[in-house]
Structures are given as structure tokens and as C-alpha cells.
């Protein structure tokens, strides 16, 4: 798969094509070491506060349902997956993105019905099953000392990423200037804020895996250099995301396409939040093992160096090689 950086959070679940192998967590492909102290931001644009200002407002939406379609494109072929995305109030969520593999079909859903995660996973003949009961981890989630970043990047593993998410992660990774609105979507279009972001110079190394890269011009291969989001001028809600690159006559090479159509925000039954396995897959309980992990980091209140040193086991929680 084309490797999306975990900054940009919720785009990162949708950028798992399903060909990786049924039962891994998705892993983030860049990981910020915990004794580096990145140089100090630079001043947010006005483009940046007007997208921080669409991640409050649509994540302040209480239900919301929207089809989605991811296209990765690499080596002259392009991936094609198409999905549904809920949200609800109280933790309800459903997430299922589906990717046609030859003559067999990848699956992964991340679900909540408020009660219960669900995280499965299929690959050909390959099912995993992870749940865990939200009212055990929620709170602690809430209670304990982490960096924004180690926050999403948790999140990202269960079913409680939202849109702002993904927006506040493209601007801690990205700075935007707007481009001319246009018109985006189907049947019938709407029209969209348009913004185009750039790399920030201390998350260059870190996207380019390379600790000498210090331009964009230095991400190499199907690395994407710029971004470009598509904001409904009206509800302020995300339609388009696209990751790509602009070769030597600066014409654009896409590389990563991600679309929400047919957005609603009418009301959700809760069935629409509940996802029943097959039966023959046994279900793998990580409540106490995501439990042990999140007490482990300060309360709230507490010196934060200890979350950081901690991160790398609350990542290891999910990863089911480590059971």
C-alpha cells in the first residue's frame, strides 16, 4: 500500500487497502521518537484557522452518515475501495471499507455501539475479531496524560476517530493557503473550499523516512509532497482529501484519493451502529490489556514525560502479536 504518515490520522485507517495481512493493527508508517524535540511551529495561516474551524464544527455534528471511496494509486495501478462511515453521540460509530483482491474481497470494520468496540479484520481466508467494553477504556482515555499526537494515534486503532481528527492532523503536519472554491461530488456537486497544504520542514524527515531530507523534492517515489482538501462551503464538512505529487513540469500525479459522498446528518438507528461477526471467528477480549496500558500513564495533572515514555506500550496494546 502507499504509506500515509499517521499525522494525518483518520485518513490513515482508510489508506489500509487490505492487503496487508488479516490481524495486524494498522501501525503508523512514521513514528516520533520521544527524545526529539521538533524546532517551533510556524505561525498558523489564516487557511489553518479556517480548517480548524470546520474540524470543531463538524465534529460538534450529533449523527451524521456518509458513503466513502478511497483510490490508491502506485505503480500505474490504482486500488479502488468503497465503504460506509456512522457516527452518533455517546461512542457510536461504524466504519466498513471493503477492497475488491482479484477474485476475493478485503474487509475491515472498526464499530461502537456505545457499549461495545469491535475491531475485524478479513483477508482471503484470514479473520481477526478484537472487542472491548467502552466504558472500561473510554474514561481512561479521557483521564490520562497524552500528547495530541499519541491521543490520535490510539484512537486511529479504535472506533472513535471523527473528521476533525483527520483535519487537526493534516494541520499539525501541513500548512495550507486557499486555492480558487470549486465545485466537488456527484449528483449533484456542491461547492467546496479548496485548500492546498505543503509539508511542514520538521515533519519533512520524519515523511520521507530519511533524517537528510529537508524538501519536498526530497520525498522520493510514491511519498506524497502536497495535500489538497475539499471543505463544503455550507456545512463545513470534508468531501475530498487527496495526497499527490507534481513531477518536473509541475503537473499533478495523484496518489491517494479519499471521497465522502451522499453526506447526511439525519438520525441514526442504533442497529446501524452494530456489526454481528461471522459465528466462526472467536472474538479476542482486549478490554484488560488496553485497561493496564492506559493506567499505566499519568493522571491528568501528573508530569507528562512519562506518557511520552509510555506510548510505545500503548501502541504494542493493539498489536496482536504481542498477546
Known amino acids: 500500500m502507499t504509506h500515509i504518515p499517521t499525522l494525518l490520522a483518520l485518513s490513515a485507517i482508510f ?21 526529539e524535540t521538533p524546532p517551533a511551529a510556524p505561525t498558523e495561516s489564516e487557511a489553518d484557522k479556517a480548517i480548524r474551524v ?3 464544527q463538524v465534529d460538534a455534528i450529533e449523527f451524521f452518515a456518509a458513503k466513502v471511496r478511497q483510490t490508491i494509486r502506485a505503480g500505474g495501478k490504482s486500488v479502488i475501495s468503497n465503504g460506509i462511515y456512522r457516527r452518533g453521540p455517546e461512542g457510536r460509530s461504524y466504519f466498513e471499507l471493503n477492497v475488491e483482491l482479484g477474485k476475493s474481497t478485503g474487509r475491515r470494520i472498526h464499530a461502537s455501539d456505545g457499549k461495545t468496540g469491535i475491531i475485524y479484520e478479513k483477508l482471503l481466508d484470514a479473520e481477526t475479531l478484537q472487542t472491548f467494553l467502552v466504558a472500561d477504556v473510554v474514561p481512561l482515555m479521557d483521564s490520562r496524560v497524552m500528547t495530541p499526537e499519541m491521543k490520535r494515534d490510539l484512537m486511529l486503532r479504535l472506533p472513535f476517530a471523527a473528521p476533525g481528527d483527520m483535519l487537526r492532523g493534516l494541520l499539525d503536519s501541513m500548512q495550507f493557503k486557499p486555492l480558487e472554491e470549486s465545485n466537488v461530488g456527484e449528483n449533484p456537486s456542491r461547492p467546496a473550499l479548496v ?12 515523511v520521507a523516512q530519511n533524517g537528510n531530507a529537508r524538501k519536498v523534492e526530497d520525498l522520493a517515489g510514491s511519498t506524497p509532497q502536497f495535500a489538497r482538501v475539499y ?4 456545512t463545513l464538512f470534508p468531501l475530498r482529501v487527496e495526497l499527490f505529487r507534481r513531477d518536473q513540469k509541475a503537473e499533478y500525479k495523484p496518489i491517494y484519493l479519499l471521497e465522502f459522498l451522499d453526506i ?3 438520525k441514526i438507528a442504533d442497529a446501524d451502529f452494530t456489526f454481528v461477526p461471522p459465528e466462526k471467528v472467536v472474538p479476542v477480549d482486549i478490554t484488560t490489556q488496553l485497561v493496564a496500558s492506559l ?3 499519568p493522571a491528568k495533572g501528573v508530569a507528562e514525560p512519562k ?10 496494546s493493539l498489536t496482536p502479536a504481542s498477546k
Do not use: C, F, H
Open 264 to 266: 447526511n446528518n439525519q
Open 54 to 56: 470546520a474540524a470543531d
Open 295 to 297: 493506567s499505566s500513564l
Open 307 to 316: 506518557a511520552i515514555e509510555n506510548k510505545q506500550r500503548v501502541e504494542e
Open 231 to 234: 471543505i463544503d462551503k455550507e
Open 15 to 35: 489508506a489500509q487497502s487490505a492487503t496487508e495481512p488479516a490481524g495486524t493493527s494498522p501501525t503508523p508508517a512514521v513514528q516520533t521518537s520521544p527524545a
Open 195 to 206: 485548500y492546498e497544504g505543503m509539508w511542514k520542514d520538521a515533519i519533512i524527515p520524519m
